[in-house]
């Protein structure tokens, strides 16, 4: 079983920052390409960011892009998701997992990140 820890979120105003921690106990966090995924109230989970496992290489969704930056430090088995400029429409449960993770995967408890207009 795979142990992941998401912290960070919190409630702000439109235009407001926040920035998420995932800790995870996945062996050989550094040999997998991870990812941020949220879910919001009577919505299906997507992917919002990913990383490549040696942090080279990301992608956003198009909803985030130019205002979410994710990153990684292998040595603390711990991915970020910079979140700026923050909209209403990103309010949602968010989670970390390896990139392409689906139901049969362990998940965290997630965070939740409210924003109000």
């Known amino acids: 079983q795979v142990l992941i820890v998401e912290s960070g979120g919190g409630s702000v105003q439109s235009g407001g920052s926040l920035k998420l921690s995932c800790t995870t106990s996945r062996f050989a966090f550094s040999i997998f390409d991870m990812s941020w995924y949220r879910q919001a109230p009577g919505k299906e989970r997507e992917m919002v960011a990913e990383?490549?496992?040696?942090?080279?290489?990301?992608k956003y969704a198009d909803s985030v892009k130019g205002r979410f930056t994710i990153s990684r430090d292998n040595a603390k088995n711990t991915t970020y998701l910079q979140m700026n400029n923050l909209k209403p429409e990103d309010t949602a449960v968010y989670y970390c997992?390896?990139?392409?993770?689906?139901?049969?995967?362990?998940w965290g408890q997630g965070t939740q990140v409210t924003v109000s207009s």
């Open positions: 990383i490549t496992h040696v942090g080279a290489t990301t």
């Open positions: 997992n390896r990139a392409r993770a689906d139901d049969l995967d362990d």
